[in-house]
């Protein structure tokens, strides 16, 4: 009587004990500390159009920061059909019946084991016999093991919605720049097909010119090669128009089809740019948080492998009616209950075990380094997007300032080639350097652009 007494009271201060041995694993996962600053490097040094407070552009709605109306259109054609978005929308489904999963693994399990059996011995009569027991099974979870699993699987759910709007973010990102991408094709196209008019009525006066004896046919042929050059460049900005066009409309979704779209001159975005402070990549970068919640994740596959080392306590029991050989079937029989505690301890599997352990501590540091890496990335992205801003706007000027001087230099060399100062092959090399600089400035235009959605999507913006 006093073992039997003795087992019990074991039996019930095991668990305690047990709690208090793998205390460690119950520990809720606590974000490592990060060093943010300089995250940025310099951005206050560059330019007085950045805010040097806590505002940030990543709490813009996207339909608030790009108001262009047939933009707006594209972005939620995307968010719609966008093939990748799509799944990791389906994504967080899964990670939420994972979840539900490792819930319903606290509860206990419930079933019926029916089982009948018909048997006869040396041609005697047949005996049946069967039984019909509820069977249920709990285990305890006195070392954390369905803990820490549910604890992974919601730490897997916030990973798969912060990829969600990690995805969400790339997209907005990458339709608004295949978008300006089209209307800095359109501009560009607009001047070379005006440029490759001026230069065929210079082929025409190059050519009544040498007829009059006032010029030779090296002119002539310079000026027409001017405007193969220029055709040809046609050809390649329509080609760049089609392939952007098409690749704009796999990303929404679409067949390949034109796009409907304003022009480059209408848009209107910030001036000023605000970047917050490092410290806020943590919470608005979706792929900062996707690589802690991975991280977290695999700090909760660590003390799932350290549960593996302490006793398992499972409670079964069998309520059913079984009846006695050889009676009929119709006959309800005899109930029966039966109830086992069994506690299982590893003995022979501790190498495995610890196998387990270090594979998943290293698999700990593995997200730990990718979580850090993550945060210098988004910095950096950052850092490059604010002077990719700043220097457009510097080189704007610049250019502004080139393209007057050029236009100039195309009248005067006129002048001077009206008065027999200066040859025709001056005039189409001023013209020549004109449309280069006209062309560029387009470009740089779009650059800026760029740098603001760059910045956006790298500050977390639109997600």
Same mark, same amino acid.
């Given at each position: 009587m006093k073992h039997t007494f003795f087992?019990?009271?074991? /039996?019930?201060? *095991? #668990?305690? =004990?047990?709690?208090? @041995?793998?205390?460690? &694993?119950?520990?809720?996962?606590?974000?490592?500390?990060?060093?943010?600053?300089?995250?940025?490097?310099?951005?206050?040094?560059?330019?007085?159009?950045?805010?040097?407070?806590?505002?940030?552009?990543?709490?813009?709605?996207?339909?608030?920061?790009?108001?262009?109306?047939?933009?707006?259109?594209?972005?939620?054609?995307?968010?719609?059909?966008?093939?990748?978005?799509?799944?990791?929308?389906?994504?967080?489904?899964?990670?939420?019946?994972?979840?539900?999963?490792?819930? /319903?693994?606290? *509860? #206990?399990? =419930?079933?019926?084991? @029916?089982?009948?059996? &018909?048997?006869?011995?040396?041609?005697?009569?047949?005996?049946?016999?069967?039984?019909?027991?509820?069977?249920?099974?709990?285990?305890?979870?006195?070392a954390g093991r369905l803990f820490n699993a549910s604890r992974g699987a919601y730490a897997s759910l916030i990973a798969s919605e912060a990829y969600r709007r990690m995805v969400q973010s790339s997209l907005i990102a990458n339709i608004a720049n295949l978008y300006y991408t089209l209307l800095m094709l359109d501009q560009q196209l607009e001047i070379s097909e005006s440029t490759l008019e001026i230069w065929e009525d210079n082929v025409r006066v190059m050519e009544a010119l040498k007829q009059a004896g006032m010029t030779n046919e090296a002119g002539v042929v310079q000026s027409r090669a001017n405007v193969y050059q220029v055709e040809a460049s046609l050809y390649d900005l329509r080609q760049q128009i089609r392939e952007t066009e098409n690749a704009l409309a796999i990303l929404l979704g679409y067949t390949p089809q034109y796009i409907e779209r304003n022009t480059l001159a209408e848009q209107q975005l910030p001036d000023s740019l605000q970047a917050g402070i490092p410290a806020q990549l943590l919470s608005n970068r979706p792929d900062v948080q996707y690589a802690e919640m991975q991280l977290a994740s695999a700090y909760y596959a660590t003390n799932q492998a350290r549960s593996a080392f302490y006793p398992q306590l499972t409670l079964s029991g069998t309520l059913g009616w079984i009846n006695s050989a050889g009676t009929a079937v119709t006959n309800p029989g005899k109930m029966v209950l039966s109830a086992v505690a069994s506690l299982t301890q590893p003995l022979f599997n501790r190498g495995a075990n610890i196998a387990n352990l270090r594979i998943a501590k290293a698999q700990q540091e593995e997200a730990l380094i990718s979580f850090n890496q993550a945060l210098l990335t988004a910095g950096q992205e950052v850092s490059d997007a604010l002077y990719q801003f700043e220097a457009s706007n510097e080189r704007i000027i610049e250019y502004n300032a080139q393209i007057e001087e050029l236009e100039k230099a195309v009248v005067y060399t006129q002048a001077l080639f009206r008065t027999g100062d200066a040859s025709y092959l001056e005039i189409l090399t001023a013209q020549q350097s004109l449309l280069s600089a006209r062309l560029t400035e387009v470009n740089e235009q779009y650059n800026r652009l760029q740098a603001i959605v760059n910045l956006y999507k790298a500050l977390g913006g639109g997600s």
């Open positions: 087992i019990i009271r074991l /039996l019930i201060l *095991l #668990p305690a =004990l047990l709690c208090l @041995a793998g205390c460690n &694993i119950y520990r809720k996962y606590e974000r490592p500390e990060v060093n943010v600053a300089g995250l940025y490097r310099d951005p206050y040094s560059i330019t007085d159009t950045l805010h040097s407070d806590t505002l940030n552009m990543a709490h813009i709605r996207w339909d608030e920061m790009f108001t262009d109306d047939k933009l707006q259109h594209l972005i939620e054609t995307g968010l719609h059909y966008n093939a990748d978005l799509l799944t990791a929308k389906l994504r967080i489904e899964e990670a939420e019946a994972t979840l539900m999963a490792s819930r /319903l693994a606290f *509860l #206990p399990s =419930l079933g019926i084991s @029916a089982e009948g059996t &018909i048997s006869s011995f040396d041609g005697s009569k047949a005996a049946k016999t069967w039984q019909l027991p509820f069977v249920s099974s709990w285990e305890l979870d006195l």
